[in-house]
């Protein structure tokens, strides 16, 4: 009798067991399913330039620092941020190669100050942002599912949004996953991306130590599909 009751608890904690794993498992392809979808899409654009807006919060700055201008990413790997405000200053990111171009603008010519080459390797924390960027952009939803924990949520519209589109808006919650070859992923908590269809509005990075970022698109002047 004894080992009959030893056999049942067995077996009544292995169907729970499996009815677990076949839920999770269900919902992480349900999770998939539903990135997939939400980046199909950016899979179309080859080229897209907007102008942004970004605020950056560090234990190391006195005050927000305050910074804006355009950014243009060409399919496949290539972005070129330019910062307008407060200072001028040229990213230029050519698959691992980042090229940094300081100049001063003057009123009849602009003149290149300083220009250096650097490899992406060697910045962790910037090649993780920008390796980011790269998947938002072109739609790359496999390079989310590897390297993020990911949530999705859709936004209830306010009346103004309603006004200006017919397209619900939608969050996107990345909470890097830890690996032990790769510590430098700890210093980001969570990633937080709201869109609508296939524009990105905002990207928020919460790191550890109150560093924070703040990201968002004011406007597309142009994009190819």
């Not at 794993?21 to 392809?29: E, G, K, R, T, V």
């Not at 698959?95 to 940094?100: A, D, G, M, P, R």
Request: hydrophobic share 40%; charged share 25%; proline share 4%.
């Amino acid at each position: 009798m004894i080992s009959g009751k030893i056999r049942f608890e067995f077996k009544k904690q292995l169907i729970v067991s499996l009815a677990l794993l076949f839920y999770i498992n269900s919902q992480a392809c349900l999770a998939n399913t539903e990135l997939q979808n939400l980046l199909l899409p950016f899979k179309q654009i080859t080229l897209v330039k907007f102008t942004y807006t970004e605020t950056r919060k560090s234990v190391f700055f006195k005050k927000p620092l305050l910074s804006s201008g355009e950014i243009e990413f060409i399919r496949p790997d290539k972005i070129i941020k330019e910062v307008l405000k407060p200072s001028y200053k040229k990213f230029i990111i050519n698959q691992e190669t980042l090229t940094i171009i300081d100049t001063i603008k003057t009123n009849h010519k602009n003149e290149d100050i300083k220009k250096k080459q650097l490899k992406l390797t060697h910045y962790p924390k910037l090649k993780q942002f920008i390796d980011l960027l790269k998947a938002l952009l072109s739609g790359d939803a496999l390079f989310l599912q590897k390297h993020y924990d990911i949530s999705i949520s859709q936004l209830a519209p306010n009346k103004n949004d309603l006004k200006k589109t017919t397209h619900l808006s939608w969050k996107l919650i990345l909470t890097p996953q830890i690996f032990p070859d790769n510590l430098e992923k700890q210093t980001i908590k969570t990633i937080q991306i709201v869109g609508t269809q296939s524009h990105i509005k905002s990207i928020e990075i919460n790191g550890f130590a109150d560093e924070y970022s703040l990201l968002t698109i004011d406007k597309i002047l142009q994009k190819l599909m």
